[in-house]
Each structure stands twice: as structure tokens, then as C-alpha cells.
């Protein structure tokens, strides 16, 4: 699988990495996953401490043990379940992500994570002292690079102004296209998009809206009503379709444009997981297809947290 390098770091990450939210509880079922995603040149593991209040991090961890070396492993941290009752807060505090840290490398049962991330964050935050968190576990040889795993564009532009970030994860899919507005200046800070969300919740997958939940057909899904969904759904896979699965549309849109280092889909099962590197895999779309995605598709941007 075709590698791509993560910002200016040194690391090259495969072009489809492996969201570790969706592996669920059972280890066994888990470790087959990993181990198919691995086998088809997946490099790329991103999971997060929150997940499961820490035990996808135990299974991911255990899935690894004996190809550590050959993986770029991704993790994140900010929200603290660890002193409240129900639920976790968020912590940004220098104090917190340098004890996180270790929490994270014990779970993972590794010496080192390539990427560490923030998970999340407002403009309310002390960003100096989150920044010298990053800084000084770096330093420490803890992590080796770090970025944001953050939707909101005044904290974007803050960390591009003021940290060392190579990646930014987002939401972005053929259905949220606001990303797109920041790709010029995350290109010129020399930052990379890790793509989450390519398949928007299964809409986007060969299922298309089997997958919608209940509330998708109630409320629709960001900028689309339930009929919008319909419609557009409907004329790319008349017009693009014969050719193309939906999961190649979707996952290939997002590969086709250079800010993005990697697309990041969950998967539940093997299966799941392979239409997903057979998407991947796929030829990049052609001129015409990238144009016809675009005149199809609404081009949103985020109306909150703007400076």
C-alpha cells in the first residue's frame, strides 16, 4: 500500500490507517483485524485512551506485541475519566498529559508512541502549557511527534501558529467537505490531514443509507435532510457508480488531495476492513470523477469557533 510522509516528520504512513474505535471488546476478533490490516500493508494504527475508558488501547497493545517495529502507532489524550463518577472532563494541563503518557505506554505495552495527539480542545485552553507538554515528552523520547485531532479553526490556526504539529486529524468525507477550506494553509505550515470519518457513519459505504440511523433519517446528516441524502446518494452512484463502489468514491475523494496523508476507517470485522483496502488500492479518480464528486456534493465550511 502506497506510504505517504505525516507533515515534515520522518514517518510515512500507510495511505489508509486502521481506526481502532470500531474493534470492539473481544481480543481475539480484534487481534484478526489488526492482523489483516497489517498483512495488507496498513502501517498506520490510531486509537485513543478514551476509547473504552482505556482497554482499546490493552487490545491494540496486545494485537502488536510482536511487530512493534514495523507499525506507526497513534494515540491521543485530553479527556480525563480518572476523578469524576461518570463520563471523563477535559484536561489539557501539562500536569495531566505527561502522566496520560505513561498511562497510554503501560496499556499499550510499548516504550514509545510515533504519534501523540490532542484530543480535541477550545480557545479557552493554555496552549503554551499543552505545547510544552508535547515539547518536553518529545525531549523525553516518549513521543516522537505530535499533533490535534480537532475540528474547530481557531484552535487549528492557533497550533499552526505556535507548535510543531505535523498532522491535524478532521472530519471529512464527500458529505463534510469543510476541511477543505484550511488545506492551503495547513500545506504552507507543512502539516497533513489524517482524515476521519471518510465514510460518514456508513453513508458513504456500498450500504449507503441502510446504514442511516434513526436519527440520520429524523434530522438528516450535517448540511443534507434526509431527502437531500437521498438525492445525492442517489445521482453519485447513477452517475459514478458503474465503475466505482461507493467505498472507492468516498475513500478515493479524500486520497486525491495532497493535504491528506491518510484516510482512517473504522472497521468491525474483516470483511468491513477489506472493501476498505480494495477501495484504497483502487485507481485514483480521474480528473472528470474529482470535478462531477465536487459539483454533486456541498462545499460547507464551519460557521463556529472562528476568530
Known amino acids: 500500500m502506497e506510504k505517504r510522509q505525516l507533515g515534515s516528520s520522518d514517518l510515512f504512513v500507510s495511505k489508509m490507517g486502521l481506526g481502532c474505535m470500531s474493534l470492539g471488546t473481544e ?27 482505556g482497554q482499546n488501547e490493552e487490545i491494540v497493545g496486545k494485537a502488536i506485541r510482536d511487530v512493534r517495529d514495523d507499525i506507526i502507532l497513534a494515540t491521543k489524550v485530553g479527556n480525563r475519566w480518572d476523578d469524576v463518577e461518570d463520563g471523563w472532563r477535559w484536561d489539557p494541563s501539562k500536569s ?38 508535547f515539547e518536553e515528552l518529545k525531549k523525553e523520547g516518549l513521543i516522537r511527534y505530535y499533533g490535534i485531532s480537532s475540528i474547530r479553526p481557531n484552535v487549528i490556526k492557533r497550533f499552526l501558529s505556535s507548535a510543531a504539529i505535523d498532522s491535524v486529524m478532521m472530519q471529512y468525507s464527500l458529505l463534510d467537505r469543510r476541511p477543505e477550506e484550511w488545506m492551503d494553509l495547513l500545506d504552507e505550515n507543512r502539516v497533513s490531514i489524517v482524515a476521519r470519518g471518510p465514510l460518514a457513519k456508513g453513508l458513504l459505504s456500498n450500504k449507503m443509507l441502510t446504514k442511516a440511523s434513526a436519527k440520520v433519517k429524523e434530522n438528516g446528516y ?86
Open 27 to 53: 481480543e481475539n476478533a480484534a487481534k484478526e483485524i489488526v492482523q489483516h490490516a497489517l498483512e495488507n500493508g496498513v502501517n498506520y494504527l490510531d486509537t485513543a485512551d478514551l476509547y473504552e475508558l
Open 96 to 133: 495531566y498529559i505527561k502522566s496520560a503518557v505513561k498511562h497510554s505506554l503501560t496499556r499499550l505495552k510499548v516504550d514509545y508512541i510515533d504519534l501523540y495527539q490532542l484530543h480535541g480542545g477550545t480557545i479557552e485552553d493554555n496552549f503554551e502549557e499543552t505545547i510544552e507538554a
Open 222 to 307: 450535517l448540511d443534507y435532510s434526509y431527502q437531500e441524502l437521498q438525492e445525492t446518494l442517489g445521482c453519485i452512484h447513477k452517475k459514478l457508480g458503474d465503475n466505482r463502489t461507493m467505498n472507492e468514491l468516498a475513500l478515493q475523494y479524500n486520497l486525491a488531495h495532497d493535504s491528506v496523508a491518510a484516510v482512517v476507517p473504522g472497521a468491525s470485522s474483516v470483511q468491513q476492513l477489506q472493501e476498505n483496502i480494495d477501495a484504497v488500492n483502487a485507481g485514483s479518480l480521474s480528473s472528470e470523477e474529482l470535478d462531477m464528486l465536487k459539483q454533486l456534493t456541498k462545499l460547507s465550511r464551519y460557521e463556529q469557533h472562528r476568530d
